[in-house]
C-alpha cells in the first residue's frame, strides 16, 4: 500500500450520493435547440467561424480558439445556426454572453473524423495540436485548457501525473459513474498523457467511499504503469493542491503551481476526453452530468450534449418546478444558483441540484462574529478567515493581498461551519472580483502613462533634431562666410540679410511706397501664369488618359475652365494692346492646347491598345517606378527644407501607395512570364 497524507482542516458534510447511483448512465437525447457559448473556460473566448442560416454537423467547429490560453468550440449535434448573440448563461446574477444557438435536425450527422490508430506514432507536439483543437478543458474545476497545461518547457521536469477521481462534493457522481462505466477510456486517456509528458510516475487518486469505481480502474490498469491510490474521505479531498499533498506529501507553495514542485493533474473527465479525441477523433461535445436533489423524481446521471438548456435535462429526471423550488448548478458547497433554468450545459457542468427547501435550507441570517476561531481550523488551505473578513468588510485590499487571498479555493468550509452563519466565500469571492477590477484599471492606466511618456520622448526626439539640423545649416553658412573672407570676398551674412529684407518690406509697405507695375506687364504676367497652369492640367489629362483613370472626365472639366480663363487673358492683353497700338494687327488665337493634349492622350491609348498583355505590364511598371522615384526625390527635397508636416506625410502617403501599386505590378509581370 502506498502511504497517504493528510492536509490541513476539512470536514465531513453529508454525502448523499447513494440517491443517483442506482441506475447506469443514460442518454439526454437531443433537444430541438443548443445554445452554446463562446467561453466555456478560464482564458479568452472562442471566435465564431460559421455564419446565421449556416447548416452544422455534429463535431464540426464552429469557433475557433482565439489566443494561446482558448479552446475552440463544436457543433454538439446538426443543425441550422440560427443565431449568434448574446444569451442568459449559468452565473448567479443572471450575465449573458455570447453564444452560438443551433436549431437541431434530429438527424444527429456526424461531421467526418478520423482518430490515430498508433498514438504513439505522433509526436508530442501533433498530439498536443489535436487535444487544443479537440476543445478540451478541464471537467472538473476551472476549466482551464488541457492543452495549455500540459505544454510544459523543456526545462521542466514533471515527477508525477496526478489524475484526480476523488469527486468530494456532496451529491456530485458524474466521475465516480465515469469511473464505474468506462474505466478502460479513463487508462487509456491516462496512458496518452503519461507517453506525452514522460512522467515518473502515474497516480489515479480516488476516495474510499468509491469501492465500485475503484475495482473497475483497478481491474483496467493491470499490467499498465498506472496505480490507483486509495485514501480516506474528506472534504475538499478533490482540490488540486490537498490532492497534490494527500498522494505526495508535497505542498504547492503560496501563488505557486503544481509543476512548480513537479506536478501536473488532470481530471478523470478530462483523461476520457482526451482518449475520445486522439483515439476516437471526436471532439468534445458532450459530458456526463448528475441530476439530483429531492425535487427531481429519479437522480440520475446523464450523458448531455453541451448546450442543452438545463430545463429540458431537469424533465428528463421528472423535475417539477415550484416557485420557491432553486436549481443549483455544482453541488451544495460551491455551488452556484441559477436564475434561469434555460441556460446551457457547458464543459463544467458536472451537477443539476434541484433540493427542496427542507433538504437545503436557506442559511439563518448572519449574526456577529465570536472569534471562536473554527474557520482557521476548517481551511483547508491554512488561511486565517476570521481577519480576512474583517479587510473584506473594510476593503482593505492590500491586507487581504498579505493576508494571501488568492490561495482561497472557495471550498466553502469556513461557511459551514461558521456558528454565525456567515457568508464568509461570498465576501472573499467580491474582494477578489474588486481586487482584479482595481488590477486591471491600474494597468490600463500604467498603459496609457508609458504612451503618453514615449510621445513626450518622440516629440522631444524630433524637436532636438530640428534644432540639431538647424544648428548645422547655421554653422555651415558660418564655414562659408568664414571661406570667403578668407579669400578676400565680401560676404554678406544672410540672416542679417533676411532681417534688412523683411524691414525694407515693412517700411515700403507703411510709407505707401509699394512699386507699381504697369497694367502691360501684369496682363502678361496673367497669361504667362495661365498658360503654365493648363500645361500642367494637359500632363495630368494624358497621363490619366494613358492610365484609362477615372478622373478623365473630371480632369477634362479642369482643362476646360483653366483654357477658358487663358483665353480671357489673352483677349485682355490683346484689347490693351490693340488700345496701345490701334495700327496693330489683332494677335492670332492661342492654339487650341485641351484639344491636342486629347489628340494626344488617345493616340497614347491606341499605341498602348496595340501592345500584348506582358508590354503593357511592362510599360506600366516602368511608368509606376519613374512616378515613384519623382515622389521620393519631391519628398527628400522637402524633408531638406523642412515642409510643413503635413506635405511630408501626404508624400509619405503617396510614396507608400505607389510602393505597393509597384510590387502587385512586379508580381502581375512575373506571373505573366513563368506561364
Excluded at 409 to 414: D, F, K, Q, S, T
Amino acid at each position: 500500500m502506498r502511504k497517504v497524507f493528510d492536509f490541513h482542516g476539512g470536514i465531513h458534510p453529508l454525502e448523499n450520493k447513494h440517491q443517483s447511483v442506482s441506475l447506469p448512465i443514460a442518454d439526454a437525447g437531443v433537444p430541438d435547440e443548443l445554445v452554446l457559448p463562446l467561453s466555456q473556460h478560464i482564458g479568452a473566448a472562442a471566435k465564431p467561424v460559421v455564419a446565421v442560416g449556416e447548416r452544422v454537423l455534429k463535431g464540426q467547429m464552429i469557433a475557433e480558439a482565439n489566443g494561446f490560453v482558448s479552446v475552440p468550440v463544436h457543433a454538439s449535434s446538426s443543425g441550422t445556426v440560427v443565431a449568434i448573440e448574446e444569451r442568459p448563461i449559468a452565473h448567479p446574477s443572471g450575465h449573458r454572453a455570447p453564444c452560438i444557438v443551433i436549431a437541431t435536425d434530429g438527424r444527429d450527422e456526424w461531421v467526418a473524423h478520423r482518430g490515430a490508430e498508433d498514438y504513439q506514432a505522433l509526436d508530442k507536439a501533433g498530439l498536443l495540436e489535436r487535444i487544443r483543437n479537440a476543445g478540451i478543458a478541464g471537467m472538473g474545476g476551472a476549466g482551464f485548457p488541457a492543452a495549455v497545461k500540459l505544454s510544459i518547457r523543456p526545462d521542466s521536469q514533471v515527477q508525477t501525473l496526478i489524475i484526480n477521481g476523488t469527486e468530494c462534493e456532496p451529491y456530485i457522481t458524474a466521475d465516480d459513474m465515469l469511473m464505474r462505466e468506462r474505466a478502460d477510456r479513463v487508462i487509456q486517456g491516462t496512458l496518452i498523457l503519461r507517453h506525452l509528458i514522460e512522467p515518473a510516475e502515474t497516480l489515479i487518486g480516488v476516495e474510499d467511499n468509491k469501492p465500485e469505481a475503484l475495482a473497475a480502474l483497478r481491474a483496467a490498469a493491470v499490467d499498465t504503469a498506472v496505480e490507483i491510490v486509495e485514501f480516506p474521505t474528506k472534504y475538499p479531498s478533490g482540490g488540486e493542491k490537498q490532492l497534490i499533498e494527500i498522494l505526495t506529501g508535497k505542498q504547492v507553495p503560496s501563488g505557486g503551481l503544481p509543476l512548480d514542485v513537479g506536478v501536473i493533474c488532470q481530471n478523470v473527465g478530462s483523461a476520457a476526453a482526451i482518449f475520445d479525441a486522439i483515439v476516437r477523433g471526436r471532439p468534445l461535445i458532450s459530458r456526463i452530468t448528475t441530476v439530483t436533489g429531492a425535487g427531481v423524481q429519479q437522480a440520475q446521471n446523464f450523458e448531455v450534449l453541451l448546450g442543452t438548456p438545463m430545463n429540458y435535462l431537469l424533465a428528463r429526471a421528472g423535475y417539477q418546478p415550484d416557485a420557491r423550488q432553486r436549481v443549483i448548478m455544482g453541488g451544495p458547497m460551491m455551488g452556484i444558483t441559477v436564475p434561469d433554468t434555460r441556460v446551457p450545459i457547458v464543459k463544467t457542468s458536472n451537477c443539476l441540484l434541484a433540493p427542496s427547501e427542507a433538504e437545503l435550507p436557506l442559511p439563518d441570517p448572519a449574526q456577529a462574529c465570536i472569534r471562536c476561531g473554527m474557520c482557521a481550523e476548517a481551511c483547508p488551505v491554512s488561511l486565517l478567515p476570521q481577519q480576512m473578513f474583517w479587510f473584506a468588510q473594510g476593503k482593505e485590499f492590500e491586507k487581504l493581498e498579505q493576508h494571501n487571498l488568492f490561495d482561497c479555493i472557495e471550498c466553502g468550509a469556513c461557511s459551514w461551519v461558521c456558528p454565525s452563519s456567515i457568508p464568509l466565500v461570498q465576501y472573499y469571492r467580491a474582494s477578489k472580483a474588486e481586487i482584479i477590477h482595481l488590477r486591471q484599471e491600474n494597468e490600463k492606466a500604467e498603459h496609457s502613462r508609458i504612451r503618453f511618456e514615449a510621445r513626450q520622448q518622440r516629440l522631444a526626439r524630433e524637436e532636438a533634431d530640428k534644432e540639431a539640423r538647424r544648428a548645422a545649416r547655421k554653422q555651415a553658412a558660418e564655414d562659408r562666410a568664414q571661406a570667403a573672407a578668407a579669400g578676400g570676398e565680401a560676404v554678406e551674412d544672410p540672416i542679417q540679410a533676411a532681417i534688412e529684407r523683411a524691414r525694407t518690406r515693412k517700411a515700403a509697405q507703411q510709407l505707401g511706397a509699394t512699386s507699381q507695375v504697369n497694367e502691360q506687364e501684369k496682363l502678361e504676367k496673367t497669361v504667362a501664369t495661365t498658360r503654365q497652369r493648363l500645361g500642367t492640367a494637359n500632363a495630368k489629362l494624358e497621363q490619366a488618359v494613358a492610365d484609362n483613370s477615372d478622373l478623365v472626365a473630371a480632369l477634362q472639366t479642369g482643362v476646360d475652365k483653366t483654357r477658358a480663363k487663358l483665353e480671357a487673358a489673352e483677349r485682355a492683353l490683346q484689347d490693351y494692346l490693340q488700345a496701345r497700338q490701334p495700327a496693330t494687327s489683332a494677335a492670332e488665337p492661342a492654339p487650341d492646347a485641351a484639344q491636342a493634349a486629347i489628340a494626344r492622350a488617345m493616340a497614347a491609348r491606341a499605341q498602348q491598345a496595340d501592345l500584348d498583355p506582358q508590354d503593357k505590364a511592362r510599360k506600366q511598371l516602368i511608368s509606376l517606378q519613374q512616378r515613384l522615384e519623382k515622389t521620393r526625390s519631391k519628398l527628400a527635397e522637402c524633408r531638406e527644407q523642412e515642409e510643413q508636416e503635413k506635405v511630408i506625410e501626404a508624400l509619405e502617403s503617396t510614396v507608400s501607395r505607389l510602393d505597393e501599386k509597384v510590387r502587385e505590378a512586379q508580381q502581375q509581370l512575373d506571373s505573366m512570364e513563368t506561364s
